[in-house]
């Protein structure tokens, strides 16, 4: 059943996109306690390009603000924490912020 899936889905490694830095954010903070406008538990990583990228709705935290994070890394786990009512449930919320998009019209 849809239960015993999202279940097994709970806990999944969450690995870093590319290298960086983890930093807080300068309105939510470290995001390893959980209270904010409803990312729950969060990673937020600076990138060398200038990028940043958000994992949040974490289950558990591996890493530290201050520490440097390889490719390929695991930073942490999915979880449901934040805002993850109803149909939502357990996932990834994954952010690229910084970036430009490759399909924007010119």
Same mark, same amino acid.
Not at 51 to 68: D, P
């Given at each position: 059943?849809?239960?015993?899936?999202?279940?097994?889905? &709970?806990?999944?490694?969450? !690995?870093?996109?590319?290298?960086?830095?983890?930093? %807080?954010?300068?309105?939510?903070? %470290?995001?390893? %306690?959980?209270?904010?406008?409803?990312?729950?538990?969060?990673?937020?990583?600076?990138?060398?390009?200038?990028?940043?990228?958000?994992?949040?709705? /974490?289950? =558990?935290? #591996? !890493?530290? !603000?201050?520490?440097?994070?390889? =490719?390929?890394? =695991?930073?942490?786990?999915?979880?449901? $924490?934040?805002?993850?009512?109803?149909? $939502?449930?357990? &996932? /990834? &919320? #994954?952010?690229? /912020?910084?970036?430009?998009?490759? #399909?924007?019209?010119?």
């Amino acid at each position: 059943d849809g239960h015993a899936r999202e279940d097994r889905r &709970h806990g999944s490694a969450v !690995v870093a996109a590319a290298a960086g830095t983890v930093i %807080s954010d300068p309105n939510l903070g %470290s995001g390893a %306690s959980g209270w904010n406008v409803g990312f729950g538990k969060f990673i937020f990583i600076k990138h060398a390009n200038g990028t940043k990228t958000r994992y949040a709705h /974490l289950s =558990q935290i #591996f !890493v530290a !603000v201050g520490e440097n994070v390889e =490719q390929g890394q =695991q930073i942490g786990k999915i979880g449901n $924490t934040g805002h993850v009512e109803g149909a $939502t449930g357990c &996932h /990834l &919320h #994954f952010e690229v /912020l910084g970036g430009s998009n490759p #399909f924007a019209r010119r």
